[in-house]
């Protein structure tokens, strides 16, 4: 028995190895008399999704406050009978239900939800079979209980598409085969869908909507295994998600209209419009007027915070308008190298962070948390720009086809070898250094964030 308490103290760690022996005396083992675990089932019983625990004999589980999107449920006394890991639970808000042997006489049930939810626990007497109820929700409309796990092999994410039902604007996302779902909260006036074990057969990009309340729809392989559909609002608002009867799709309903009234559709921009944003970019100064590269390493960017926004590739068809343009060795949209950091700040508008440096250089930064999307640059101690990039915002494009969501290989067969790499594997990226062109490319190696394997930051800096 001691050899198993170490055992499952190495795996939780040490802290869990000092719990273990100050709860159980040494010598003690053969007293223990533990209920097992036998069972964890779940059902859809009346407004709930509950997930039913059975053991041999009557336990008191208690609920822990660990995360609000988490439901934690310890059972002292206890040691599992069955196998550790994910089982096969899911339905409204559930996105998946793990079970494993916390400490040597408890073990710990995680439900992990799309969204926070009012649990309930019953029976408050010790029993052998304990309930947890956790309510379907609006938003989060309960699914058929899933069988075992399916046979290897993903189900494809084949498109979107949009169109009016009454009352409602509906965005049908079509797979080959049933498709599960799980919603992210990323901000107030986005919708975040994840399809788990999916990938992506259609195009990756925006898709043009801008009806009702609905400004448009990007669609991306987030992860190796997740598809993820963004819908980005004009407000937050109630909506629903409904996987029809016999899979294959899931439907998103957004309102058509709000206080009863009809949701006038926005007007496109005019020409007048688009002549002035190509006004106001700024001509490249003359090279001999260019300041000399600065010292010191690059900027370390800010990567996107987990569960963060999908950005994907937008089709590659269309050029780029002049103010999103990426030019090596000169800018990126309006802002160039060379330019007064209060030109830049009449552009954009004031920045959301800024970090002066040591030797009297500064970052300004116009993005932040959790988006993390944005154009970031370095200024000299008189104020003048040395170097600007776009982080985690697909919309800057470089030669008509690299942004933000390409991966290394397009990088590569578009620009040729980089004339150096820098890896850094304790914040996982790989920095693409393109020294003659004026451009660097950083490649996200962490697969807890948005872009994982792609470029999530292209950057301009003075050629040489």
């Known amino acids: 028995m001691r050899a198993t308490i170490l055992r499952c103290a190495g795996r939780w760690g040490s802290a869990g190895l ?19 675990v036998t069972a964890i089932t779940g059902l859809l019983r009346g407004p709930d999704v509950q997930v039913v625990l059975t053991a041999s004999k009557p336990v008191r589980p208690q609920l822990r406050d660990i995360r609000r999107d988490w439901i934690v449920l310890d059972v002292p006394g206890s040691e599992l009978g069955i196998p550790p890991g994910t089982l096969p639970i899911a339905g409204g808000p559930i996105v998946r239900v793990r079970v494993g042997q916390f400490l040597p006489t408890v073990v710990r049930v995680v439900v992990e939800l799309s969204h926070p939810v009012a649990a309930h626990l019953g029976p408050a007497l010790p029993s052998a079979t304990v309930t947890l109820g956790i309510p379907a929700g609006v938003e989060a409309v309960p699914r058929a209980l899933p069988g075992p796990p399916p046979p290897p092999g993903r189900v494809r994410v084949t498109g979107v598409t ?5 009352r409602e604007l509906l965005l049908v996302v079509a797979g080959s085969g049933p498709l599960r779902y799980r919603l992210t909260d990323v901000r107030p006036d986005w919708i975040v869908l994840d399809v788990p074990g999916a990938e992506l057969d259609a195009r990756p990009g925006p898709i043009p909507v801008d009806r009702g309340l609905v400004r448009r729809v990007r669609l991306g392989q987030f992860r190796p295994d997740v598809v993820r559909v963004v819908v980005e609002l004009v407000q937050p608002v109630r909506f629903r998600v409904a996987a029809p009867p016999g899979g294959g799709s899931l439907v998103v ?95 954009l508008g004031p920045q959301k962070s800024v970090d002066q440096l040591p030797n009297g250089e500064a970052v300004y930064r116009w993005f932040a948390p959790p988006a993390n999307d944005g154009i970031g640059v370095r200024v000299t101690a008189s104020g003048v720009v040395s170097r600007v990039w776009a982080l985690n915002d697909a919309d800057y494009v470089l030669r008509g086809t690299l942004r933000v969501g390409s991966t290394e290989e397009e990088v590569r067969a578009a620009l040729g070898a980089p004339s150096r790499v820098a890896e850094n594997t304790q914040v996982k990226t790989r920095l693409l250094y393109y020294d003659a062109l004026g451009i660097w490319v950083s490649i996200q190696l962490d697969e807890r964030y948005a872009f994982y394997n792609r470029v999530f930051e292209i950057g301009v800096m003075p050629p040489g």
Not at 26 to 35: F, P, R, S
Not at 162 to 166: F, I, L, Q, T
Not at 281 to 288: E, K, M, Q, S, T
Request: proline content about 18%; hydrophobic content about 45%.
């Open 253 to 347: 309903g957004i309102p058509a209209e709000i206080g009863g009234q009809p949701i006038v559709a926005r007007a496109s921009p005019t020409v007048a419009m688009v002549e002035e944003a190509k006004a106001s970019v700024p001509a490249a100064p003359a090279p001999p007027s260019a300041p000399p590269p600065p010292s010191g390493p690059l900027p370390v960017a800010r990567p996107q915070s987990p569960l963060a926004q999908a950005q994907a590739a937008p089709p590659r068809a269309a050029a780029p308008a002049p103010s999103r343009e990426i030019l090596p060795g000169q800018g990126i949209g309006p802002v160039r190298l060379g330019m007064a950091v209060k030109d830049v700040l009449a552009l």
């Open 18 to 36: 000092v719990l273990a022996l100050a709860s159980v005396p040494l010598g003690a083992e053969a007293t223990l008399d533990l209920a097992r």
């Open 162 to 166: 949009v169109r009016e039902a009454d």
